[in-house]
């Protein structure tokens, strides 16, 4: 999402909030984020969240006292750098390749260093492990390596260890410097003025530590194996950082950079950028729609799977919605512009995903606060570590290497990327999949969940009348009532009308024959001549102002129909009824497996909707629902949702419409369906693009899964150095080796956190 300043009432007087984001630069781990966080929120009036994986901070301000320079130098003051950041690349723009290049370029210094430190750190290390190739003097040439790889190639550590220091704050840099500063020192005094600089000296590698004289060991191939290290975790958990925020960036990509306007009656073409809302665009087969909007001619099928993850291209005709950057498989269309820029779907998409992406989970925040005060308590480890080997005679080697060896071992990288990075991949596959989670906070609740409420209008249902059944008297073929029924219904403009209609066209599969002398009995339903026929279709009032009565086996046909709460109309033609059409909202394909999904996640599902009970028992019936509240005013379904609270349910609610809008919010989460209204959507926590309820059951898997996930990375950061910190302290861990555990560490959960790309639909 661009830099963006967005104010919930006018202007900054107080009482308002101002929110603005900024790029955060110089960050080196979670305790940078802390820090940055707390100096912002000691500023009157200012609330601020800092995500280190993101290197971001969403801020929120009020008052006239704060200006975004104010939050900026706050930033400065505290040692890091800030910025509004630029717009991402919009799919009109021509700079991919620049983008990519930027990247590649923020990059090339840390890889210079990783590469510096590994090549000279390499050799060190083999010399100071293999005594077949510590040769007289390997000493002084260890020396000559190391020294570019703790000043050059860790010098972003110690520049960060010095700007915390004048702050009076330590961080993970301050250990890795700290660290490898005291082993290359101690290696430099025991070779100038020990007895390590000797001739003939050897030096054995060993995994733990013994008790010896200082004056004749060296630590240089700790001190260039850890920086060596931790520049490798870094470089790689930057490069991952990156993969796991693509899924962002390959949607904002995803538009069409130019398009074919229609205009004074020529075509024209124009970058997307261009478009106005009510411009007339042309879309050839194979071309991608520019924008959001409406078909005013022609007909196609539209792909929609890049955007919603539904395989099955959409039938679109005159009148129907088309989203941006979807694919026309078919005919050519010329589409109205209804939405552009940042209104489009596409872009909607995109801020509700790096919204989530931004935020902070519970979880999260905890990992804050405990590696903001870890650095100073690991410190203060260290050196006890080290009082306590001197006091207990184990000589200066043991102490100082057990010292150094707790300050590598307990950098918290792992701690601080373990909550960020499962978010980003998480957020980031469901917009692959059309699943949008608004917020990080949501995770926590998609595990308590236990009760989930339907909205049944277009989402369990289509939301739309369709032809379900047809009866027939003795005699009559079925294509011969919907041929002429349909020719009449054809005709007419109402929505059971328009349903019959297109089911005619659907089952017979044949164009359906013009009517003549038609006419519309209000309230009634339709008459006129087909084919030499005189049609009804309509109430049953209408056939008996003609003297026709429906024969005993229609009339039972009809009951039943209106008692399962469908709409029953009557054709007849030359004097004599002939059939009975039953018209209602279809229950969706999806649904009676989508309730069995979420029955399987644990899940109490219960239907609620404004139709009369009878309607609603039968949807509920046909699904696999056993509770309905039906009849329920839409302002009054919040209450019910309140109601099942009170009962102690932690409740989930799916619904499509503004009058679901209360509901969704009131509810612990709130699943709005993405073919809803954006009312709906504004007050989901997760916003279903496809429309279809079986995502409501992915939704939720992938949220718990990324929320498994997250407790699983936090638990490896908080075991290994829970676990590592003790052995380190005993002298049990050369410090090379805690070096690389911790390098690790961060790997892993990174790692761990880039499974959920593989995460699929059921």
């Avoid at 056939?543 to 039943?560: D, S």
């Avoid at 959507?681 to 997760?686: S, V």
Wanted: hydrophobic content about 50%; charged content about 20%.
């Amino acid at each position: 999402m661009s830099a963006h300043t967005a104010t919930t009432g006018a202007g900054t007087a107080a009482g308002t909030a101002t929110e603005v984001e900024l790029a955060i630069g110089g960050m080196t781990c979670a305790s940078c984020a802390a820090r940055i966080e707390k100096k912002l929120n000691r500023m009157d009036g200012v609330e601020a969240t800092v995500n280190y994986a993101t290197e971001k901070a969403k801020v929120s301000y009020r008052g006239e006292d704060v200006s975004v320079q104010d939050l900026i130098a706050t930033v400065e003051k505290t040692g890091y750098t800030a910025h509004e950041p630029a717009p991402p690349m919009r799919p009109e723009d021509d700079a991919p390749e620049a983008a990519k290049a930027a990247e590649a370029d923020e990059l090339r210094p840390l890889r210079q260093r990783l590469l510096t430190a590994v090549v000279l750190a390499v050799p060190v290390i083999a010399m100071s492990m293999v005594p077949a190739l510590q040769f007289d003097y390997w000493q002084w040439l260890s020396l000559t390596l190391t020294a570019p790889v703790v000043t050059y190639a860790a010098w972003p550590f110690h520049r960060a260890a010095w700007t915390n220091a004048k702050h009076g704050a330590a961080t993970m840099d301050t250990l890795v410097s700290v660290g490898t500063s005291a082993a290359f020192l101690w290696s430099v005094w025991a070779l100038f003025f020990g007895t390590a600089g000797m001739t003939g000296m050897t030096h054995p590698f060993e995994l733990t530590i013994g008790h010896s004289d200082g004056a004749g060991n060296i630590y240089l191939e700790a001190a260039a194996g850890v920086t060596a290290f931790i520049l490798a975790g870094r470089y790689f958990e930057a490069r991952s950082k990156r993969k796991a925020g693509a899924a962002l960036k390959a949607l904002l990509e995803l538009g069409a950079k130019e398009v074919t306007v229609l205009r004074g009656g020529r075509e024209m073409t124009v970058p997307t950028a261009d478009l106005q809302v009510g411009d007339r665009f042309l879309v050839r087969p194979g071309e991608k729609i520019a924008t959001d909007g409406t078909v005013v001619e022609g007909a196609s099928a539209v792909d929609a799977s890049m955007l919603t993850g539904e395989s099955v291209p959409v039938e679109v005709g005159v009148g129907d919605g088309v989203t941006g950057a979807t694919l026309n498989a078919g005919g050519r269309l010329v589409v109205e512009a209804t939405r552009i820029g940042a209104d489009t779907q596409l872009a909607r998409m995109a801020r509700l995903v790096e919204d989530a992406q931004n935020g902070k989970a519970a979880a999260q925040r905890l990992a804050d606060r405990i590696s903001a005060v870890f650095v100073p308590v690991v410190i203060a480890l260290a050196l006890g570590t080290l009082a306590f080997w001197l006091v207990n005679g184990a000589g200066l080697t043991a102490a100082f290497t057990a010292a150094v060896a707790v300050l590598i071992i307990a950098c918290p990288c792992a701690l601080g990327l373990a909550t960020p990075t499962a978010l980003m991949v998480g957020t980031g596959r469901g917009a692959q999949l059309g699943i949008l989670i608004k917020g990080p906070e949501v995770l926590e609740t998609t595990r308590r969940v236990d009760t989930i409420v339907l909205d049944k209008t277009g989402t369990v249902t289509t939301g739309r009348m369709t032809l379900l059944d047809v009866h027939t008297a003795d005699g009559t073929g079925e294509s011969d009532v919907l041929r002429l029924a349909g020719a009449l219904e054809h005709s007419s403009e109402h929505p059971i009308a328009q349903a019959v209609a297109a089911g005619a066209v659907e089952r017979t599969g044949a164009a359906l024959p013009t009517p003549e002398d038609f006419t519309s009995v209000a309230g009634l339903g339709v008459q006129g001549v087909v084919e030499g026929h005189a049609v009804l279709v309509g109430r049953e009032q209408l056939l008996a102002e003609w003297e026709i009565r429906l024969p005993v086996e229609l009339a039972r046909q009809k009951a039943a129909a209106e008692a399962a709460g469908r709409t029953a109309i009557a054709v007849a033609w030359d004097g004599e009824a002939r059939a009975v059409l039953e018209v209602a909202d279809a229950v969706k394909d999806t649904s009676a497996e989508a309730i069995e999904r979420l029955r399987a996640l644990g899940l109490t599902p219960i239907l609620l909707t404004g139709d009369n009970r009878a309607v609603a028992e039968a949807v509920a019936a046909e699904v696999g629902i056993e509770k309905v509240y039906a009849e329920v005013m839409p302002e009054d379904k919040a209450d019910v949702v309140k109601g099942l609270q009170a009962e102690g349910r932690s409740v989930a609610m799916v619904g499509d419409g503004v009058n679901d809008a209360a509901a969704l919010a009131q509810a612990d989460l709130g699943l709005a369906m993405g073919t809803g209204t954006d009312a709906a959507i504004e007050a989901g926590d997760l916003t279903l693009v496809r429309g279809d309820l079986r995502a409501a059951a992915d939704a939720i898997r992938l949220s718990r899964k990324t929320l498994g996930t997250i407790r699983t990375n936090l638990f490896w950061a908080f075991a290994y150095n829970v676990a590592a910190l003790p052995l380190a302290a005993a002298g049990l861990l050369n410090p090379m080796i805690a070096g690389a555990a911790m390098a690790f560490s961060s790997v892993f959960v990174v790692g761990n956190s880039l499974r959920l790309r593989g995460f699929k639909a059921a």
